[in-house]
């Protein structure tokens, strides 16, 4: 497999600590999701920094509306999956909806579920200063935490929308103010979905552990896209934040077109695929 000789450093065992410390030399931090053990491998193959097995995959993968019937079985399952295709990404799972936000001892059995059965490195959390005190505890039982500000999909009920987010000057204040807040609660790293690139600038330059941006802008920490999204799989979903480095639907879409028709015309299979 051919890299970037410039870009992409050797293969290295990620942590939590690797990512904080690359806000410290300037290394943008590279996130994708992935949800199963094939898609798991060639990301860690190629040097990802960073796996999020996202409560997305209850869009991607599962075909609902929304994430909030994700439940953390589902989670456990598919961060199995990705945790065998791995050797040196840092793999984070996302806690879903329900599973941390009724109380610190519900947060505590169930990502310490996701540490125990799976064996990855983090948990994230989607929310602001309403859950400093559940990260304050995982992170001094040995859970590191990631946090989620901006769009924070397991709300969209109180949102309604899955537009940009804090674009008023109260909003921004509020989402800074809850950045901070939980860099003082301990968590290693935020992602900042959906919010101007100038807010996303404020927050990363205002707080000492990294952020990690989708849909905001340059100036973040790192980066994460929907592996989803940016193979094409997703044709439908097309927000601008969303770069396309393949068209994958169109090219499964003849793959399975050149089958059957290789089926119906009897060209497949051949002698040489036959025993
Ligand atoms: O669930 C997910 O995939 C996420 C990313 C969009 C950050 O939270």
Redesign the pocket.
């Known amino acids: 497999m051919k890299r970037k000789k410039s870009a992409v450093p050797k293969p290295r065992v990620v942590t939590t600590k690797t990512v904080m410390m690359m806000k410290q030399t300037g290394e943008k931090i590279a996130m994708l ?1 992935a949800y199963d053990f094939l898609v798991a491998k060639y990301l860690d193959q190629v040097g990802v920094d960073v796996i ?1 097995v ?4 209850g869009n991607v993968v599962h075909g609902y509306e929304t ?1 909030l019937p994700v439940t953390i079985d589902d989670m456990i399952y598919h961060a199995k999956a990705v945790k065998r295709g791995v050797k040196n990404a840092l793999i984070v799972v ?1 806690m879903p909806f329900m599973s941390f936000q009724t109380s610190i001892d519900d947060a505590v059995r169930n990502a310490g579920r996701i540490m125990k059965e799976v064996g990855v490195g983090a948990v ?1 959390l ?1 929310g602001g200063e309403y859950i400093a005190d559940i990260v304050k505890h995982l992170v001094k039982i040995g859970i590191p935490v990631m946090g ?1 500000l901006g769009l924070t ?1 397991q709300a969209i009920n109180k949102f309604g929308t899955y537009e940009v987010r804090a674009t008023t000057k109260d909003e921004a204040e509020e989402l800074l103010h809850d950045a901070k807040v939980l860099a003082d609660a301990g968590v290693f790293s935020i ?1 900042l ?1 959906k919010i101007p690139a100038k807010l996303a600038k404020r927050v990363t330059d205002s707080i000492s552990i990294p952020t990690i941006g ?1 849909g905001a802008g340059p100036h973040c920490d790192g980066q ?1 896209l ?1 592996v989803y999204d940016m193979l094409g799989l997703t044709e439908e979903f097309k927000p601008r934040f969303v770069r396309r480095y393949s068209e994958l639907a169109e090219t499964m879409r003849q793959a399975f077109l050149t089958y059957i028709t290789d089926v119906k015309s009897k060209k497949f299979p051949l002698d040489k695929e036959s025993y």
């Open positions: 999701t999020l996202g409560d997305s995959l994430t996302d994230k989607e989620h999909p992602v979905e989708i994460v929907v």
